[in-house]
């Protein structure tokens, strides 16, 4: 399973974009990439997930380059509630699945 | 509520003694995951099973723990003679095939 590598922690400002990069440099031709949410005592809730180029959804979009050996998950016009652990995954979607999850990235939104 | 229901939410127990943890999956979930996670870390894998089959275990997984999934639905997780190391969260994820993880609120385990 490819590793992957995130910044440790973020800041950011409510009202602002919030842009977090994870690289995934050995990621497999038939891994996707997805990302994860982790609010303090609570699971991990599902974000978004791609294979290549561009995905958006109600909540964030995810980039990704052509030699798929990053991502970046972008948050738009993040609120406070935004302020959470953010977890990038890659793996295949068929077959066993198991969820390989590194330390994340702490995201802290202030007023 | 992702509808992976958990219980108990917390349990503390003392050193040694059994502890037994469920997982209750949404219903056309075949496959189902435990998770342990330490303050400051991600979720770490412990085990996994499709409908009832156990296929997968991680090296993690101490012979003081076992878990079951009896008929494909609902799963028990269970560490014998608990020690201080144990205290985690434990985690429980389901999903249908080639979809996403629905993860529980999890079992907070205090051992003292």
């Known amino acids: 399973l490819a590793k992957t590598t995130q910044p440790i922690s973020m800041d950011s400002y409510e009202g602002q974009e919030v842009n977090i990069t994870c690289s995934h440099n050995n990621i497999a031709t038939n891994d996707y990439i997805t990302w994860y949410q982790q609010f303090p005592s609570q699971g991990p809730r599902f974000i978004i997930q791609?294979?290549?180029t561009k995905v958006t959804n109600e909540v964030a979009s995810l980039f990704i380059p052509a030699d798929r050996k990053s991502s970046t998950l972008s948050l738009p016009r993040v609120s406070l509630s935004d302020t959470a652990v953010y977890y990038c995954?890659?793996?295949?979607?068929?077959?066993?699945?198991?969820?390989?999850f590194g330390t994340g990235t702490r995201l802290l939104v202030s007023p | 509520d992702t509808g992976v229901s958990q219980d108990p939410r917390h349990k503390i127990t003392k050193r040694g003694q059994n502890v037994t943890f469920r997982c209750d999956p949404i219903s056309e979930h075949n496959r189902l995951y435990w998770y342990r996670q330490t303050l400051g870390q991600g979720p770490e894998f412990l085990t996994y099973f499709q409908n009832e089959a156990q296929l997968e275990k991680s090296r993690l997984l101490s012979d003081r723990f076992s878990a079951e999934r009896p008929k494909g639905s609902f799963s028990t997780l269970e560490i014998q003679r608990t020690e201080q190391g144990d205290s985690a969260m434990y985690l429980c994820a389901t999903r249908r095939s080639n979809t996403e993880a629905f993860f529980g609120q999890g079992t907070r385990l205090t051992v003292v």
């Open positions: 995954l890659v793996g295949a979607i068929t077959g066993f699945q198991k969820l390989v």
């Open positions: 791609g294979y290549k």
